[in-house]
């Protein structure tokens, strides 16, 4: 299994990203991807994710209503749409699958990572 994230840049508060998290190598048929980020000094977070199975999709009470999570079955990518960027968001984003729980009912539990795509938003 493997994650590539690409996308991160630096963007002024209030600017617009769009993520991208390109997977490849599963063997089962369900699996759920998620969007972390880790800022320096703090303990990385869970931020969005989303079920391979019908779609589900959960957030963040810190970016629900300014991020958006989608997935492309035709090249196996999920994107991560941000919108409205606040300093605050600033770190480094990794994307992560679990294939033993498709659920997205919660952040833990994701075996396979990415290697991380840096955002920062700055004026």
């Known amino acids: 299994v493997q994650l590539v994230e690409s996308g991160g840049a630096l963007v002024r508060p209030g600017g617009t990203l769009r993520l991208s998290c390109q997977v490849s190598?599963?063997?089962?048929?369900?699996?759920?991807i998620a969007w972390f980020r880790q800022a320096p000094g703090k303990k990385r977070e869970g931020v969005s994710c989303?079920?391979?199975?019908?779609?589900?999709?959960s957030y963040a009470d810190s970016v629900k209503g300014r991020f958006t999570i989608s997935r492309d079955k035709s090249n196996g990518a999920v994107s991560l749409q941000m919108n409205s960027l606040k300093p605050e968001d600033t770190a480094v984003y990794f994307c992560?699958?679990?294939?033993?729980?498709?659920?997205?009912?919660?952040?833990?539990?994701?075996?396979?990572w990415g290697q991380g795509t840096q955002v920062t938003v700055s004026s």
């Open positions: 190598g599963f063997t089962v048929r369900y699996w759920s």
């Open positions: 989303i079920s391979e199975s019908d779609g589900y999709t």
């Open positions: 992560a699958a679990n294939v033993d729980d498709y659920s997205c009912s919660g952040f833990t539990g994701y075996q396979y």
